[in-house]
Structures are given as C-alpha cells and as structure tokens.
C-alpha cells in the first residue's frame, strides 16, 4: 500500500523528468532488457524450479524474527548481516525444494484425517485445550491466509517431513556399537594433581610506562570502540490514531447478519471411526468384500460390542486405531462431504451408521456425544462490532497517512521535519547504539539493520519503512554516527596494567609447574615429597567420569585428553587450570560399561547413538539428493 502511492502520486512535471531519464538507458539497452531482467531476480535455480530473491528475503525475515524471539536479549543482529548467514540459509531452502521435488516424484500424500487431527492438535487453534473453529479461523485470518491456503501449506510440510522422518525412524544401534560407545562414555580415570594458583611477585614493580604503551601499541583491536549511531525517527502506530465515532445501528445489523458465523458456534460432534482401507484402483470384487466387511462391524457394534476394542482390532486407520477410533470432537467442513452427511445423520438413540464410502475406503462411524450450537445475540455481539468497525476505521487512516508519510520523504529524503510538521508527528531519537542493538525502538533487529545500512549510513538518506508489527512503521536517518576508535591510551592505561600484571602471576604459576614437573622426572622423587617442600596440597581424584568438576572443570578436560599410559606406568604433564596451572599425574583408565539391570541408561545411550547416526543418514540424503539434481546459486545476488 505504501509502495503503491508513489506510484499513484508520480504525475505532472515529476513524473515527465522520471521519464526523460529512464528514456535514455532504454534507446541504449533495448527493450528487451526490461522484459529479461526479471531473470536477476533468481538467487538459486533447482532442477527446473527457480528460488526468487523475493521468495529468500520473506523467508530469511521470518526466520530473524523467530531467532529473535527465540534469543531475546543474546540475539545479536550482526550475525545474521553477514553474507554466510545468509547463504547458510538459501542452502536450507535448496534442501527444502529438493525435499519437495522428490516426496512429489514418489508420491507421498497425507489423507484427510491426518490433516484433520494434525490440525485439531496445534494448540494456538485450542480453546481450554480443544480445538476451537472460531479460533481457528480467527487466528488464519490475523496472518491474511485461507484456510485453503493454510491447509495446503499444512499438508506440504508433513509430505515433506515424512521422507526425511522415515530415515530417522529406521536408525539403529548394534550391540557392538552400545558397546564402544559406553566404553568411551562412561570411561574412569584415576589421577592426582598438584594445583598451583596465579602467583603475586611482591618485588616487582608496576608496569612501566613504555611496557604499557608496547602493549597497548600490539593490540590496538583490542581497545576498540563498538561503531555507533544516534538516529532520529518518525513513528507511525495505529493504536496512536483516535477511534472515530460509532456507526449507526443498522450499519451494525446488517453487519452482524453478514457474519453471523462468527458470533455462532456450530453444532459439534464427539466421533469415533473404523477405516476399511480400500485402494482406489480396486476392483469391483473387492470394493465388495471391504463394505461386507465394514458392514458386519457395524452390525457387531450395533450388537452391543465395544466400539473401541473394535476399532482397536480392525481399523486400518494407524493414528486414531490406537485410540479406540477417537477423532476428537469435529465440525462441519472438516471432513469428507460423504463422511459428514453421515455423522450429522447419526443420533445419540442411534450412534453407529452404516458404512460410508470416501476416498480411503469405508468408515463405520460412531456418535459419542454432542454440543449444540451456541453463540451471541446482536445485543451480546453489539460492542464487538463497534470495536472492530473502529479498528478498521482507524487503519484506514493509518494507511492514509502512511502513504502519505512515503511521500513526503520521497519529496526529500534528506531530513524528516517537513513530514513532522504536516502529520503532527513528533521527532524522536534513539541511541547511541551498536550494530547489537540498543534500547527502545533500537531493540528492534530490523530498525538496527536500517540504521547501519548503506542507504542511511553512507548516503545520510531516510530509510525505507520499517515495520515494527500490525500497522505501526518507522522511518529513521542518521543523526550522529560514531566509527569504529581506538580508546586513547589514558582511558585504558589502568585496564592493561592489570592484564599485564595478570600475564606476569600466571607466568610465574606456571614456572613453579615446570619446577615441580622437573623435580619429580628425579628418580626417587615423590609427588608427595616435593609437593610439601613447596607447600601445595595433591589433590587424589580416583574414578573420575568426564562430568567431574573436582579438582578443576578445565584439568578435568585435559586429563581425559591426554593418552592412557602403559601398564605400571603413568603420564604426567603441565596443563592449565582455570586460574592457574596444574600438575597432572595420570595413574590409570578404566573403559566403561553397562552395570547389570541398567535398563534406562542403555536405552538412553542407544537413543543417543541412534540419533547420531540418522543425522547423519538424513545429511548424506541430503547430500545425494544434491548430487543427483541440477543446482545453481547466484551467490552474488543475495547482497
């Protein structure tokens, strides 16, 4: 909409000068040009299928977003500017589209009544837990999608999902492999250790001055200023424009009546079902025997059997067989026509039907319960209808002066006072903020990756809108910018003065280390022995597992690095501790394994080897995929 009033508006003298100019590279070019150029709108092309710079920008977008809500605070928009990150993800959408073309060249498909049970279990559809239509629908209609529209996305998503799902599902361990694993796994080690903490020379004298700027000369990167920007904005929102009057009563009449199906529940039915699967291409015969065959359960269900164990017993309907049958509660235009005909025509005096036909063979269905239909009277539904009549009142007028806000800075996009000035809007500022994003509107990844753009940061031009939600926009230009600077050196004077002398008293830790390894490679020295005469403790830590944190998480570490030594021998080395240094002596390892009765641990372990092991099936699926298809990229396009 905001794009389209520039359009609209670009007549008279304007429009004649745009013109005059594009007339020019068109008499060189050729006309021919503007009808190819939609080629360098392709940043990958799959087989015979293309992937659009516009398909990969809605898609990378999403995703920012849901690693922002996903992150929160750690989010840090920076990453995800970088020309990887985004190749990263076309890479993803290559996969996805190769997924596509293959469930599609198999012919995978998903029936009805996974869809329908698939989409009852989503909880943002739920109301106190089940599913709900008015919710439904609702929550379709807040994203601007169909419900067609919905339910074909829905369905491509599991088709595709259904491949690489077979591949993780039919992973396995051997016994060889459970065994290994936890050999390695659950590995002890026996060892002592002699902890040597960072150590103060009381003689030495601080740091001298030119020591200092040597240092601070050597490292220049490390006393940056972060780059950042003040910005100046003008905000947009919708809930900031007044609600206008109410409409007259029989506006809201005859608007109630138009959607009376949204203020009215329809009539639901608790349901149960038995699938005599049939395939389509049956013959006559036996498309016979399937409805005999559907027909005596039902005469066994109308007997007085349970409807449940029958189901249990003869349904070939996987996901809800389990269940006894149950489809939870349903509404109309969920199922199959033929299917609701005969559930609607049920009664609790009479709850089981005959069988019925669809395209998955023959169901017998069975009434459990039911809701009648409820909703609200015009005088219930009355405030509702104001509000919402408002509401779109109110984002008329937003879109009105939104469009009107794009074209006052297209008439200038060098300052935004001319458009405060005739909207009423108030100039604000936010910053200073780094590319990681500051406070208030700069928490916003978006308004973060506007501000440093090169529109705005090079070309001291507005920005493009930024939306920041439902009807609520920004535009923003630089007002201050900070570069990149090395701090001068008295700011940070005191900082390296402490590094330094932290480098001196972990270097003199760590020439005490080498003392004492030096002492004990003495034949007839005892850890013991010279550990006293220097006053330090050893630390015996007999059975250690890798998740130990005793004497010191990082030795922990490299103890179960270093190689097991020989048989009445030991390994002993200088490793580093996390404040200090360390001497190790390695005495012994002991491989892993499964106690007696550890049923959990062992299926924990193969669960973990199995999934590692169908990571990396699916990736090698991937990757054949990738090397029996056509894929080119035009990297170049995705800056």
Do not use: C
């Not at 150590?199 to 050597?218: F, G, H, K, L, T």
């Not at 990396?616 to 990229?633: F, H, P």
């Amino acid at each position: 909409m905001v794009l389209q009033s520039i359009r609209d508006r670009l007549t008279g003298i304007l429009a004649i000068f745009i013109l005059g100019i594009l007339v020019i590279p068109f008499a060189f070019v050729g006309i021919n040009s503007y009808f190819t150029a939609s080629g360098e709108n392709i940043v990958a092309r799959v087989n015979d299928r293309d992937i659009t710079f516009t398909d990969f920008t809605r898609s990378y977008t999403n995703y920012r977003r849901r690693m922002q809500s996903m992150l929160g605070a750690s989010f840090d928009p920076a990453q995800f500017e970088s020309l990887v990150a985004r190749r990263q993800h076309l890479d993803a959408l290559i996969d996805e589209e190769l997924l596509r073309q293959t469930t599609q060249s198999i012919k995978l498909e998903v029936d009805d009544e996974r869809m329908a049970r698939e989409i009852r279990s989503i909880p943002s559809f739920q109301l106190d837990g089940e599913f709900n239509l008015d919710v439904y629908l609702a929550r379709l209609a807040s994203q601007q999608m169909t419900v067609k529209q919905f339910e074909r996305d829905l369905r491509a998503q599991i088709i595709m999902s259904q491949l690489p799902n077979s591949v993780l599902s039919s992973s396995i361990t051997t016994d060889s492999e459970l065994r290994e694993f936890v050999a390695l796994q659950d590995q002890k080690r026996d060892f002592r250790t002699v902890l040597v903490p960072p150590m103060r020379d009381e003689n030495a004298a601080q740091p001298e001055a030119s020591v200092i700027q040597a240092y601070y000369d050597a490292n220049p990167l490390s006393y940056q200023t972060e780059e950042m920007v003040v910005i100046e904005y003008l905000e947009l929102n919708v809930v900031d424009i007044p609600a206008g009057s109410e409409p007259d009563e029989d506006f809201l009449k005859t608007r109630f009546e138009q959607q009376k199906g949204r203020f009215i529940s329809p009539e639901q039915r608790l349901v149960s079902h038995i699938l005599v699967e049939l395939k389509a291409d049956a013959d006559e015969a036996s498309k016979e025997t399937a409805r005999q065959q559907a027909q005596d359960i039902a005469q066994r269900a109308r007997a007085g059997e349970d409807f449940a164990g029958l189901a249990r017993e003869f349904s070939d309907d996987i996901g809800s067989a389990q269940f006894g049958g149950d489809l939870g509660w349903m509404e109309p235009d969920i199922m199959s026509q033929s299917f609701e005909d005969a559930m609607y025509g049920l009664s609790l005096e009479s709850p089981v039907s005959d069988p019925v036909q669809t395209g998955f063979g023959w169901h017998v269905i069975q009434l459990r319960d039911l809701r009648p239909a409820s909703g609200m009277s015009y005088e219930e539904a009355r405030a509702t209808l104001v509000r919402e009549h408002q509401q779109e009142e109110a984002e008329r007028e937003y879109l009105d002066r939104a469009d009107r806000l794009v074209d006052l800075i297209y008439e200038d996009p060098t300052n935004l006072d001319s458009a405060a000035l005739e909207l009423g809007l108030d100039v604000r500022y936010a910053g200073p903020f780094t590319r990681s994003g500051g406070e208030g509107v700069a928490a916003n990844p978006d308004v973060v990756q506007a501000a440093f753009s090169d529109l705005v940061l090079l070309q001291s031009s507005v920005s493009d809108p930024v939306d920041l939600g439902d009807d609520h926009i920004v535009m923003l230009r630089i007002s201050e910018h900070l570069p990149v600077a090395v701090k001068p050196l008295d700011d940070v004077r005191d900082e390296i003065a402490n590094r330094l002398q932290t480098d001196a008293e972990l270097e003199i830790a760590r020439i005490k280390v080498e003392t004492l390894l030096a002492a004990l490679a003495e034949e007839g020295a005892e850890l013991e022995a010279i550990s006293e005469q220097s006053g330090y403790e050893v630390i015996d830590t007999p059975l250690a597992t890798r998740r130990n944190f005793i004497p010191d998480r990082t030795v922990v570490e490299a103890v179960f690095r270093l190689k097991a030594p020989a048989e009445g021998e030991t390994v002993t080395m200088v490793v580093e501790a996390q404040n200090g240094y360390a001497l190790v002596v390695l005495a012994s390892v002991t491989p892993g394994s499964l106690e007696q009765g550890a049923t959990l641990n062992e299926l924990q372990y193969k669960r973990q080897i199995a999934n590692a092991a169908a990571s990396i099936e699916a990736t090698g699926l991937m990757r054949q995929l990738r090397e029996n298809a056509s894929v080119e990229i035009y990297e170049d396009r995705l800056k």
